[in-house]
């Protein structure tokens, strides 16, 4: 760990050592069921089609959630990477029917049950929100004061972390001071707030003995107001994720892959700590 904030109100120690992962792009192989109940006015062959449908979309889920799981339950620190991961989407490359027919006590059910060949895609974000954050100094020294400046082309809420280098994070808005995290399109918004009793103030702990340190400050920006993570506030000013709290990230990124690649977005600011 390099450094801690230090705040009129509060200071924060991080402490956790925790190695960064990459995502992966290989295909797996999934089970999944899936069925369709016949209608007034459809035909068997509609019927049998909607449940093969409906199995291959349980598979893509399924898929879906093996991918997250194998790039986010390993550490916090993948809050530091591009989060592209969390946008990934499923495409189903082969189908094997394992069994498949109508249901023996309901006859207007159809049951599939197959394995399918899934494949990660990750689509582009497309015209959904724009996010453009800057830091007042991006080459501090110890003692300096730091604050971050973003702004966003559409009305959206924000969630401002930072990261250490051995990948502890800290949301530093919303906060038990300031919980809304709102935004109005094309406004310059600055954390900490004018006025507030809130500073940060970069310093390296005593423990660190190497003269210079890289972290970032990530803001992630949703259309609507979404729980993308427990806020529940601990005591004092921030909630911190140590090692301990890999739950956190895993939990992030699955909310964020059940919204729209264009309902979300995020952005990355990196700064350098010297003696």
Avoid at 92 to 111: A, F, M, P, Q
Avoid at 234 to 258: C, H, P, W
Wanted: a positive charge; one cysteine or more.
């Amino acid at each position: 760990m390099t450094r801690k904030w230090q705040f009129v109100v509060a200071v924060i120690m991080w402490i956790a050592i925790i190695f960064p992962v990459h995502a992966s792009e290989k295909p797996v192989w999934v089970e999944s069921e899936g069925m369709a109940i016949m209608g007034e006015i459809e035909t068997q062959k509609e019927v049998k089609e909607r449940a093969k449908v409906d199995a291959q979309n349980k598979a893509v889920e399924k898929a879906v959630g093996v991918f997250i799981r194998s790039h986010t339950l390993v550490s916090n620190s993948q809050l530091a990477e591009d989060l592209i991961y969390a946008a990934v989407r499923g495409k189903v490359e082969k189908v094997n029917i394992i069994k498949e027919g109508w249901d023996e006590k309901d006859r207007n059910l159809y049951r599939v049950k197959l394995k399918a060949l899934v494949k990660p895609v990750y689509p582009e974000k497309g015209e959904g929100i724009s996010l453009k954050i800057s830091l007042s100094k991006a080459d501090l020294k110890e003692g300096d004061e730091v604050k971050i400046f973003y702004q966003a082309n559409r009305d959206c809420y924000v969630y401002i972390f930072s990261v250490a280098v051995d990948g502890s994070v800290t949301l530093l808005m919303p906060n038990s001071v300031n919980p809304d995290n709102t935004v109005t399109a094309g406004q310059v918004y600055e954390f900490p707030l004018k006025g507030s009793k809130i500073k940060l103030q970069a310093r390296f702990l005593t423990e660190y003995k190497y003269p210079v340190a890289e972290e970032r400050i990530k803001v992630i920006a949703t259309r609507q107001k979404e729980d993308i993570i427990p806020l529940g506030f601990q005591e004092g000013l921030f909630r911190v994720f140590d090692a301990k709290s890999t739950g956190m990230i895993s939990d992030l990124v699955k909310r964020l892959n059940q919204l729209e690649p264009s309902d979300w977005t995020e952005a990355t600011a990196v700064y350098t700590l010297r003696r």
